[in-house]
């Protein structure tokens, strides 16, 4: 979405002449502010202001909802398939292009854990965000209804596997959402719930330093979050999750934060790729050994400039994606116009994270901040990122709303599922019930 939006304001004359033409293909018709999906959880930011209508930002390019499955750079042509090509049943098609910006991000990076697929949920689209949030409190109206006490410590059992950035934001908004929510429990109060953090490694959230990291392990320590490091999850099949240090707990969610790795589509081009399965890049954001093609974020291996070692890329966040889209815009334009290229170069200034309301962590510009004035400077700085004044107006205004009046508790699970009463009411079964598991299934 920066890139293309560098290139409407750059090619203006052009795109009014129909001498360039911008076609993004996307899969939503929305680019959505990942940085904001704890606070969506949480219920601090209604979950249509963290995404932003790509049809409106980029009124002057072509936007094709779908999904590229391949791209042969060599013919200059991307596969893709869309809602109409399903519809119709056509098959994919093909798109040819004169430049390419390939920037499909990352997935999750999963291991083969027995009931992984099935049971657990990632947390990287709003639709996982809001369906996390509308589960947690379902699972506390089970506790609250069950007479079978193993129902209910499953229920108020949550597992959070993986302590970056999501993880750790993920599990402090909804542990803090949950916890308020509990006073409008008449048998539910926070030492009931049990909420776990599972880290593989020795330290959680590396990207705000090593201090800064084992203060949050003490911070949801003290909340009663248990912290577990060095450990893995080993399965969670049956509902229950077993972990490498012999612990087992039965539990109806598991969120799965462990990593991310490069997009699948990565693979099925003929563009080349680094050890890792990134897009190799050169500092100017072209892809190494190729013209006419560029990448950013989190798919590209964009070398470190700053680093001052050889071999070091830049690392896969929105502070590096957002800077590198404006600068490959740039390039693009440059290229166009026979000018030199310039290289990509932004020195990390450090991280900021959110652990439930009024409560952060911060390590930027080599100064630790925690606590109150953290959370401050996430809440200050994601607002100045998100794109778009309307964007910032709007999550300003829920954001000052909801500090004069009481947070929003309910559970609108049933979104999920719109067709269920009516398919009952028409005597019918309902094709897919609810059925109190984040990803849906039974
Ligand atoms: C919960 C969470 C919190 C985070 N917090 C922070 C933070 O505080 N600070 C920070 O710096 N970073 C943060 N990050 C990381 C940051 O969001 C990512 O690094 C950043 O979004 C990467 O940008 P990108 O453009 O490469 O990929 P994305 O933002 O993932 O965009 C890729 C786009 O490509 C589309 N796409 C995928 N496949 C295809 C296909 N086949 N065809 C067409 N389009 C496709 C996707 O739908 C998506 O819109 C966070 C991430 C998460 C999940």
Known sequence: MYTALRLQQKLKQELGRGEAEITVVTPDPYMTYQPFLPEAAAGSISPRHVVVPLRRVLPHCRVVVGEVTAVDHAERSATLTTLATDEEGTGPRQLTYDELVLAPGSVSRTLPIPGLADHAIGFKTVEEAIGLRNHVIEQMDIAS???????????????????????VEALGELEDMARYTTRYYHNVKPQDMRWILVEASDRILPEVGADMGRYTVSELRRRNIDVRLETRLESCADRIAVLSDGARFPTRTVVWTAGVKPHPLLAATDLPLNARGRLKCTPELTIDGVTHAWAAGDAAAVPDVTAGEPGKETAPNAQHAVRQAKVLGDNIVRSLRGEPLRPYSHTYVGSVASLGLHQGVAYVYGR??????????????????????????????EWTLSGLFKREIVSLGSLEHPRAEFELAAGGKPSDESSGDPKGSS
């Not at 209804?145 to 999501?166: C, E, K, M």
């Not at 959370?375 to 107006?393: C, D, E, G, Q």
Request: a positive charge; proline letters at 6%; zero cysteines.
């Open 368 to 397: 630790k901040l925690q606590g109150y004035p953290a959370w401050f400077m996430h809440r200050a700085y994601h607002l100045s990122r998100v794109p778009t004044f309307n964007r910032k107006a709007r999550v300003l205004a």
């Open 145 to 167: 209804s069950t007479r079978d006490p193993a129902i209910r410590d499953a229920a108020l059992t949550f597992v959070f596997v993986g302590g970056g950035y999501a993880g």
